[in-house]
C-alpha cells in the first residue's frame, strides 16, 4: 500500500467512503492533514490503521464517543482503563441479550396463541398488546 494517498484511496483502502473520512475528521477520531501547496491532502497508512481500528469498534457496538476513549488510551500502558471500557460495554450487551431473549418469549407466545386455532374474535397478538 502506498505511504501517501489521497481522501478517496484511504477510503478504498479502509473499506469506508470518503465521507465517512470527513465525518470522522470533523468528529476529531482523525486528523485532517495540512493541505500542501498541491492543493491535495495526502494521507498514510497509519490513516488507514485508525480508520480500520473505528470501523471494528464500531462493530463492537462503541459509541464514537467511546472510541475517542480508547484511541487516547492506546499505547499509553492503560489497559486497566481500556480493560474497564470493554467490561462496561460487555455488560451492557448481556444486558441487550437478557433483553432480546424476554422479547422472543413474548413474540413466541403471541405466535403460538394465533396458531392454536382457537375461534376468538380477536386476534391474539392484539389482546396481548391490549393488555399488558
Given at each position: ?15 469506508v ?76 450487551v ?17 405466535v ?21
Open positions: 500500500m502506498p505511504e501517501k494517498m489521497t481522501i478517496s484511496r484511504l477510503a478504498d483502502a479502509a473499506g467512503n470518503v465521507e465517512t473520512v470527513r465525518f470522522y475528521q470533523r468528529s476529531g477520531l482523525i486528523d485532517e492533514p495540512e493541505r500542501p501547496s498541491s492543493g491535495y491532502r495526502t494521507y498514510g497508512n497509519e490513516d488507514v490503521r485508525r480508520i480500520r481500528f473505528i470501523k471494528r469498534a464500531q462493530l463492537l457496538g462503541f459509541t464514537l464517543e467511546e472510541i475517542s476513549s480508547l484511541l487516547k488510551l492506546e499505547g499509553s500502558g492503560t489497559c486497566s482503563s481500556t480493560r474497564a471500557l470493554a467490561a462496561k460495554k460487555l455488560a451492557m448481556e444486558a441487550k441479550i437478557g433483553d432480546l431473549l424476554a422479547m422472543k418469549s413474548a413474540l413466541a407466545g403471541m403460538a396463541r394465533c396458531d392454536s386455532g382457537a375461534p376468538d374474535t380477536s386476534c391474539p397478538v392484539i389482546q396481548a398488546l391490549i393488555d399488558d
